[in-house]
């Protein structure tokens, strides 16, 4: 059983940047996609950005697609979201999730198993 727990949300400009990170425990880490999903008020949550187990292949939105990039450290069982150029658009709460599939690429909300608690984002314009 995977336990994910996120940090680094907050209140930011439109055009600055944020860091989220989520950190996983009690569980084999390493042999999950991570995924980071949003969901702003009053619409559905949404994908945002998957990583490969191995950390070697990504898939974005189009939405956040050269703004925003994901990494993982699977020797500290971490996983992060770097958000840059942000817009009042990306307003939301943000969720990190596991899954694991016949393919690595996950970007379904039903194909992950295990969600974070999610930490809000603002950009205020």
């Known amino acids: 059983q995977l336990q994910l727990v996120e940090s680094g949300g907050g209140l930011v400009q439109a055009g600055g940047s944020l860091r989220l990170s989520c950190a996983a425990s009690?569980?084999?880490?390493?042999?999950?996609?991570m995924g980071w999903f949003r969901q702003a008020p009053g619409k559905e949550r949404e994908f945002v950005a998957a990583?490969?187990?191995?950390?070697?292949?990504?898939y974005y939105a189009d939405s956040v697609k050269g703004r925003f990039t994901i990494s993982r450290d699977n020797a500290k069982n971490t996983v992060a979201l770097q958000m840059n150029s942000l817009e009042p658009e990306d307003t939301a709460v943000y969720y990190c999730?596991?899954?694991?599939?016949?393919?690595?690429?996950?970007?379904?909300?039903?194909?992950?198993?295990?969600w974070g608690q999610g930490t809000q984002v603002t950009v205020s314009s």
């Open positions: 999730a596991a899954g694991r599939g016949s393919s690595w690429l996950l970007t379904g909300r039903s194909e992950y198993d295990y």
């Open positions: 990583i490969r187990w191995s950390g070697d292949m990504t």
């Open positions: 009690g569980g084999t880490f390493s042999r999950y996609t």
